[in-house]
């Protein structure tokens, strides 16, 4: 994998961006995306990757490689490697850890959270979302049971459906 990187360009949306290559290192044609990080010339056919995908074949070969191990061999920024971590497109196996819970602090292999206080987050925001349905059926009911009150005059009825 070489490391020159002139022909190159910058995928992202923020400051950890990948190099994406355009242009094939042997003859110079194009890059044809093929999936995963993988690229092959149009003419050529030979295959080239971005960050992403020269940091998964690295992994292949080298499954318990530390965050640094893949910086040193592979040149893909530390940076970089650990936002593919945080945006699980690899999982970290080495031991150690480098990512931690941003609630409970526990040791994560990929994400923001672990997988406990992710479930405790998904709860409460289904509990709220329950809440708000509920308020807003029995607000409803109370509309419904004002309205027909005025339409009988004040007279309420045994045959009012919910």
């Known amino acids: 994998m070489s490391s020159d990187r002139r ?4 995928i992202g949306f923020t400051e950890d961006m990948y190099h994406v290559p ?12 093929k999936g995963g990080g993988t690229y092959e010339c149009e003419e050529c056919k030979s295959i080239e990757y971005d960050d992403w995908g020269i940091v998964r074949e690295y992994l292949y070969d080298h499954p318990n490689a530390s ?22 497109k690899i999982h970290s196996v080495s031991k150690g ?11 994560i292999p990929y994400g923001h ?13 289904e509990q709220v979302a329950r809440n708000e349905l509920l308020k807003k ?24 459906r919910f």
């Open 7 to 10: 022909k190159t360009i910058l």
């Open 22 to 33: 355009i242009y094939c290192s042997k003859c110079g044609n194009v890059l044809v995306f």
């Open 67 to 88: 965050v640094l191990d893949i910086e040193n061999d592979t040149g893909v920024a530390r940076r970089t490697v650990t936002t593919m971590l945080r945006e699980g």
């Open 97 to 107: 850890g480098i990512l931690h819970c941003k609630k409970c602090n526990k040791v």
């Open 113 to 125: 959270l672990c997988s406990e206080c992710e479930k405790a987050i998904h709860q409460g925001a």
């Open 137 to 160: 059926h029995q607000s409803e009911i109370h509309v419904n049971l004002a309205h027909k009150a005025n339409e009988d005059n004040g007279k309420m009825h045994s045959d009012i």
